[in-house]
């Protein structure tokens, strides 16, 4: 039996937050544990940007966003147990672990932070009936096998749910060459945000399909295609609605659940969500457990996660440390409902992309289809976004390059620093496919200066190891 | 070389018939039309070791049913099988339901089967609380148990490959030929010559007969649905729950356990033309959600894993048919195995060994045979002290790759390279467990793909689910 005083399970965003928060608060003996072999959590593969927004004011890619964090931890000498899975909680907050290195360790903690994150709802979970072949993926999964290992999971996609993990990997696949043929979405409005629909959707011309399900799964050995159908208001399948799309793959986008097996077995009460209940201090009903991030339930924001896990940390620490809780703690960001009016014949409705505020901007157009004026913008980047958008469109693109060196091989996410124009988003993922990395490396580092002339340099957003 | 016997099919039936041949001075080959044994019937069933008063007494139903129900405990402790005797429960909810126990009572008695009861609802509530309030009466069964289906097959066919017995994977049946008192079995992979051919084709059993030139088998295929369930509702129940049976139904819908752990409800049946459509339905997950909770209202549907459907093999005599064909000396059939097929599948077995074996005038046993498998407990079946044990012979134990339900490298590496190991994903799943927790693979697909490659020195993209076209992955980025 090791002791220590904090336990965190989880090195992602959550985790580390909540460890850093309770080193600032004063406690000096935390071990994080974490499963993977590499700290971060989900993070590393959300090679995407507009992580970071509210928390540091500026746009990161999620492995920027981890690194930040990743760096602190290491300059705090914040212990991360990477390879190290926590099987079991008990209530009187012994966590057992294992590894290679250490095979099965308890730990007696004064305070344990559940920071687990969630896991991705399943074809099984949500019933789709059909054949069982090879070509179901969840679209974390997918994301993992692009994003990390390099290979593609089909070449004819149709997804169902428009979560935003799926959006992002609509586009991630669509500008690695597949065909991604649809998003259905069940509910008459998507679970995504504005901003991804926009970017990951309507960029490539991808339909989003409301009140539309996956009403059937074809194929033996590999999926060969999927019926779809409109849904009445109770979510039944409208007999004579439906439609047969050849596919190679149904990627699922269906929601996220908590993770919940160790706040269960560690006696934590569960909300309705199925996550760890807590309170604004971050307490669960077990003295000394608290909880953070999407083990309490699935946040849109890594920046709200963060806030959280904050207030986890601290009240853990007040917690050791014998001090009263206090503070106004932290309160849940409540999503705003989104309703859109109807449109003059001069008028474009246009999602803002600058921020996850995603402001519904409306654009009119004057006689040349030139911009006359833009509302509904809660910043002035906003009206200059919106003008661009409607003169020459720009993006910022995100991808992985593949490199190889001292026996360590595998792919680094890399961004273009800075917004590039739209239409040539194909042509540079043509020059970036041609980059091999064959010495180490940094984030920050640029790997090619001026990306077809655009300006914008491509550079890695994370460390490569050594 | 001529092998004594080639038997064609690799489900639990073939697969026990393999091992049980193994025990004699004989050869014997198995052919799998399948990337893998345990891929047909015997991967998506109740999983249920029927007691054995269902069937008419006298048929083959009945006789080898309570034959396989007295040795399944010994069989599957012997090939390291998870089993448990949780007893059987078969509700009645009228009066006329009752009377008909009462038949099944008789009926099980007159067929050997010990430990038959029938109870009134209250006591039947009182054993489990979740059964409906409407239930009257229920026949009680001790001797009903269960058991991992899968896991029999696959190491039945491991254990008779470590006893010399050759197992072919991905080896289709395509033509049998009878010539000078030998069969030469014409196969994916080459062909085999053998004095005796077993048919244990399971849905296929009618072509594989038919093609050996015996046209008097039909087999129809009978798809039922299931449900799975997380384990958090394993303990909804303890008993196999069972309701009277259909005259055209059969066993109808049960609610159980399994031996794992989960909770499982179904099947459904229905007569298909297809023998290889295993789709799920919504009409059909409907059906049995409604038929289960007519004996356990309080099943949460949020709780499901998963659905599957699975095929029994029906005869058109609606018995097993064992034994020698009549048309064709040499052919020895076991087919229109369905329920209780999985039960009698150790005494169907022994039979078709013995009928081999007097055949032959006589065979040497084996010196060397070894009924068992070295036990390979699963991390939840280890002590600590004996999990870190086996940590530090081999640290990929230490490392979790499923986390459902905690699989380690170690136990998937193994797993793959035992005999008749695994070679795809669903392999892997059905030795290991890994992915058959509550997020189905999300999580360790892509590790145990990783690993698959790595044991088989092949690239990922040759990597399938479950044989080929079932790729997981289209290429590179």
Not at chain 1, 188 to 204: M, T, Y
Not at chain 1, 253 to 278: M, Q, Y
Not at chain 2, 199 to 223: E, M, V
Request: charged share 25%; with cysteine.
């Amino acid at each position: 039996m090791k002791t220590t005083d904090l336990a965190v399970i989880g090195a992602g965003p959550a985790g580390m937050g909540a460890a850093l928060a309770a080193r600032k608060h004063g406690v000096k003996d935390i071990i994080i544990l974490e499963r993977a072999d590499k700290a971060g959590g989900i993070l590393p593969q959300c090679i995407h940007n507009g992580f970071g927004l509210h928390r540091f004011r500026e746009e990161l890619t999620g492995p920027e966003y981890a690194l930040r964090f990743l760096k602190a931890a290491e300059k705090e000498h914040i212990e991360i147990k990477l390879n190290s899975m926590a099987i079991e909680i008990t209530p009187d907050l012994t966590v057992v672990a294992m590894s290679r290195e250490n095979g099965v360790v308890r730990y007696r903690a004064k305070a344990i932070v559940l920071a687990m994150g969630c896991r991705e709802r399943t074809r099984g979970a949500i019933q789709i009936p059909g054949a069982r072949p090879a070509g179901v993926i969840t679209a974390g999964t997918a994301q993992r096998f692009v994003n990390i290992e390099g290979y593609m999971p089909g070449k004819e996609i149709v997804i169902l749910g428009s979560g935003d993990v799926g959006l992002i990997m609509a586009r991630r696949l669509t500008l690695e060459g597949a065909a991604v043929k649809a998003v259905c979405e069940i509910m008459p409005q998507s679970g995504g945000l504005r901003r991804n629909i926009s970017q990951c959707l309507n960029d490539f011309n991808i339909p989003l399909l409301l009140n539309t399900t996956v009403n059937e799964i074809h194929g033996r050995e590999r999926v060969s295609g999927v019926t779809i159908a409109r849904v009445d208001e109770k979510f039944r399948p409208v007999s004579g609605t439906e439609l047969y799309i050849p596919c190679d793959t149904l990627m699922l986008s269906v929601g996220l659940i908590p993770e919940n097996e160790l706040s269960r077995a560690a006696g934590v009460e569960l909300a309705e969500n199925g996550g760890a209940k807590a309170d604004r201090y971050m307490r669960t009903n077990v003295p000394g457990i608290f909880a953070c991030g999407n083990v309490v339930h699935v946040h849109d924001l890594v920046d709200y996660v963060t806030d959280e896990s904050e207030e986890a940390g601290k009240n853990a620490a007040y917690y050791i440390l014998g001090r009263k809780t206090g503070g106004k703690g932290y309160t849940f960001h409540q999503k705003t409902p989104e309703t859109d009016e109807a449109l003059a014949v001069n008028e474009r409705r246009l999602t803002c992309i600058v921020c996850p505020v995603g402001c519904n901007m409306i654009v009119r157009l004057d006689e040349k289809g030139g911009v006359a004026d833009v509302s509904g913008n809660k910043c002035k980047k906003g009206g200059y976004y919106a003008i661009e958008e409607f003169t020459a469109p720009r993006r910022v693109l995100t991808s992985t390059v593949p490199y190889e060196f001292n026996r360590e091989t595998g792919f680094a996410p890399v961004k273009t620093k800075g917004a590039m124009p739209k239409k040539l988003l194909i042509a540079a993922m043509g020059e970036i496919a041609k980059i091999r990395l064959n010495k180490p490396a940094g984030a920050g580092d640029v790997i090619i200066r001026d990306l077809l002339g655009t300006g914008a340099d491509v550079v890695l957003t994370d460390d490569l190891p050594l | 070389m001529t092998y004594t016997a080639i038997i064609i099919g690799g489900g639990v039936v073939g697969a026990l018939t393999a091992r049980a041949l193994a025990k004699y001075s004989c050869s014997v080959l198995l052919v799998e039309k399948n990337s893998d044994v345990a891929a047909g019937s015997s991967k998506a069933n109740s999983g249920v070791a029927h007691a054995g008063f269902d069937a008419a007494p006298g048929s083959n139903k009945a006789v080898y049913n309570v034959l396989g129900s007295r040795v399944m405990e010994s069989v599957c402790e012997e090939l390291d099988v998870h089993y448990k005797r949780n007893g059987s429960m078969v509700l009645a909810f009228s009066e006329d339901e009752t009377a008909e126990l009462r038949a099944l009572l008789r009926q099980g008695t007159e067929n050997g089967v010990g430990g038959l009861s029938i109870i009134s609802g209250s006591e039947a509530r009182a054993l489990e609380p979740a059964l409906s309030g409407e239930v009257k009466s229920a026949l009680l069964a001790e001797t009903g148990g269960i058991l991992c289906p899968y896991s029999l097959a696959a190491n039945a066919a491991e254990c008779a490959a470590l006893n010399g017995a050759a197992i072919i994977r991905g080896a289709e049946a395509a033509d049998i030929r009878k010539e000078g008192g030998c069969f030469t079995v014409a196969a994916a992979l080459g062909t085999f010559k053998g004095k005796y051919v077993i048919n244990a084709a399971g849905l296929y059993a009618d072509k594989i007969s038919r093609a050996a030139g015996d046209d008097s088998i039909h087999i129809t295929p009978r798809r039922g649905e299931y449900m799975l369930f997380d384990k958090k509702l394993g303990g909804l129940v303890s008993h196999t729950i069972f309701q009277t049976p259909h005259k055209v139904l059969g066993k109808g819908v049960l609610v159980t356990p399994t031996v794992d752990g989960n909770l499982l409800i179904g099947p459904n049946a229905l007569n298909l033309d297809d023998g290889g459509a295993s789709e799920t339905t919504l009409a059909g997950q409907t059906a049995i959600w409604e038929l289960a909770s007519k004996s356990v209202p309080c099943i949460k549907r949020s709780g499901l894993i998963t659905s599957f459907a699975g095929l029994r093999a029906v005869a058109d005599e609606d018995d097993f048919i064992i034994g020698w064909s009549k048309a064709v000396p040499g052919l020895l059939n076991a087919a229109g195995i369905q329920s209780p097929g999985l039960t009698a599948s150790p005494a169907i077995a022994e039979y078709l060994a013995g009928l081999i074996v007097e055949a032959e005038g006589g065979l040497g046993l084996n010196p060397s045979f070894n009924p068992c498998l070295e036990k390979r407990p699963a991390i939840p079946e280890l002590s600590e002290a004996d999990l870190n044990a086996l940590i530090e012979k081999n640290a990929a134990y230490g490392n979790i790759v499923c986390r459902c339900e905690t699989v380690s490298e170690g136990h998937i590496s193994e797993a793959i390279r035992r005999d008749c190991g695994a070679v795809d994903i669903d392999g892997v799943k059905r030795r290991t467990r890994a992915g058959m927790g509550r997020c189905q693979g999300g999580f360790c697909m892509p590790r145990v793909l990783e690993i698959l490659a790595r044991e088989t020195g092949r690239p990922f993209t040759e990597m399938t689910k479950k044989g080929d076209g079932s790729y997981i992955l289209s290429g590179k980025r």
